[in-house]
């Protein structure tokens, strides 16, 4: 039996084992509340404001999240982080930042991009026994203050059109009942030059005939906007791109102009032989072939299309083109990346060839049908080689009509804003050599059971310095 010294030995050895033990960590508190948060454009070009509401109690920090594609809040369909995602922390004690240009610039939304910002706020409590954060339950969306327009300069306004093809298609309004259409809403706005996509030489009543003989698609809208008082209109070339038989895909990207404003300054046969011109004759001038996947087939193959026009009235040459990049998009990541790959090769393939051409360095105008948006979690890839190849989306507008609406309408008889607040550009004009635009639009209505086509046409005010 123990003795009670050793006894009493054993106590005081367990009740200093208590007495020296780590106390259990605290609970970190959580941040005081946050009442509201807002983002707006400026005050500056390419710089965007945010303001915030908040008790500030319990917080060490406030932190603004953006990317450019919509993220989760909540919400187990979104990814976590939005593509391009940019962090800002904050002092407790501020209620606003500004994020300068530069800032705004690596979050992916430079003032030349026509991009916007995707962003959630937080408040964190950071100690040394953990984090707590308090979210903002919202994500939100702001626009970047605008760059100001060169005021000096001859003004040209520029469209960008795809009409889709004749191809006669279940369920879609024949060509012959839409051209009417498409050249009213043309005239509306009467752009000096436009950048058309699917205006192919196919029969213009969309059958698989032959077209001997027959006015193609390309031929009818000429005719049909004559026949509307736009006789002034032609386009620069009207002919295949390549010999009758050959495998290739669509050959619709055209360039059409007001010969009353402005000229062709180089030319654009549109024979390969010299012969007179008929619904056989090609030529492939003034085009880009642009590239493809090595496991895609010829008929996969299409190719973009450039002009060099004179405005008549001073002289000034500026350069054109048309591009309608590949349609596909995948569900599959990897795949979808692959495609977002492809077009970015493909404009890069158009901006090399102007590249060539324009020794001069003369204004640039490239515009068209990306097929891709900033939305998309793959990637906008061919929007960002040309913005940073120095092109400026005249979407950044300082006047900007109907931004928010997508620019494809799926014939649909109403259109609405995107629960995310922005809609999809895919159909762009921009511009190289010259900065700003003063106005930027849209084409559209909101209700309109009758629509030409299912893209919107995309218009743009700039000025030639």
């Known amino acids: 039996m123990r003795s009670l010294s050793a006894a009493a030995a054993v ?4 009740a200093s084992s208590v007495l020296l033990a780590t106390p259990a960590r605290a609970a970190v508190a959580v941040p005081g509340t946050i009442s509201s ?9 390419g710089q965007v404001t945010f303001t915030w509401s908040a008790s500030g109690t319990n917080t060490t920090s406030f932190q603004i999240e953006t990317g450019l594609t919509t993220f989760k809040v909540g919400d187990p369909v979104l990814p976590d982080h939005g593509r391009g995602a940019t962090y800002v922390t904050v002092s407790p004690t501020r209620r606003s930042v500004t994020l300068t240009a530069a800032q705004v610039a690596s979050a992916g939304a430079r003032a030349s991009s026509g991009n916007h910002l995707y ?12 984090t707590s954060v308090r979210n903002w339950p919202y994500l939100q969306n702001v626009a970047v203050r605008p760059g100001t327009p060169s005021s000096a300069g001859t003004l040209l306004r520029v469209a960008s059109y795809n009409v889709r093809t ?12 839409r051209v009417p259409g498409i050249a009213r809403t043309i005239l509306s706005r009467d752009p000096g030059v436009i950048a058309l996509q699917e205006l192919g030489v196919n029969r213009a009543d969309g059958t698989s005939a032959s077209t001997t003989g027959a006015v193609t698609q390309a031929d009818s809208l000429v005719e049909t906007l004559r026949a509307n008082g736009g006789g002034r209109y032609q386009l620069v070339r009207r002919t295949r791109f390549v010999a ?5 895909a669509v050959q619709g990207a055209r360039i059409l102009y007001d010969t009353t404003r402005y000229s062709l300054a180089a030319p654009c046969p549109e024979t390969s032989d010299g012969k007179a011109v008929t619904n056989s004759s090609w030529s492939s001038s003034c085009t880009v072939l642009l590239p493809s996947l090595s496991t895609d087939g010829e008929w996969t193959r ?3 299309s450039y002009a060099l026009l004179a405005d008549r ?7 054109v083109a048309s591009a309608h990049l590949d349609q596909r998009h995948s569900t599959a990541a990897a795949t979808e990346r692959t495609y977002e790959v492809l077009r970015a090769n493909q404009v890069k393939t158009v901006m090399a060839r102007l590249a060539q051409l324009n ?4 204004p640039v105008v490239l515009a068209g049908d990306l097929n891709t948006y900033q939305n998309n979690q793959g990637g906008y890839d061919a929007h960002d080689a040309v913005v940073a190849a120095g092109y400026y989306d005249t979407a950044a507008a300082t006047v900007q009509v109907n931004r928010r609406y997508t620019t494809m309408n799926h014939f649909s008889c109403t259109l609405a804003v995107p629960a995310t607040g922005w809609g999809s550009r895919l159909d762009v004009v921009t511009v190289k050599g010259v900065w700003g635009a003063p106005r930027w639009e849209n084409v559209m209505a909101v209700t309109d059971c009758n629509r030409p086509s299912d893209h919107n046409m995309v218009v743009a005010d700039i000025r030639l310095p």
């Open 313 to 319: 009235a001073t002289g000034k040459r500026f350069w």
């Open 11 to 14: 106590l005081a050895t367990a």
């Open 166 to 177: 004749a191809t006669d298609t279940t369920g879609v309004r024949p060509w012959l009942q």
């Open 244 to 248: 009758p038989g050959t495998p290739e």
């Open 359 to 362: 020794t001069a360095g003369l």
């Open 37 to 45: 948060v807002k983002a707006t454009p400026g005050p500056l070009a």
């Open 302 to 304: 299409r190719r973009a």
């Open 119 to 130: 962003y959630r706020f937080k408040a964190v409590n950071r100690t040394s026994s953990g």
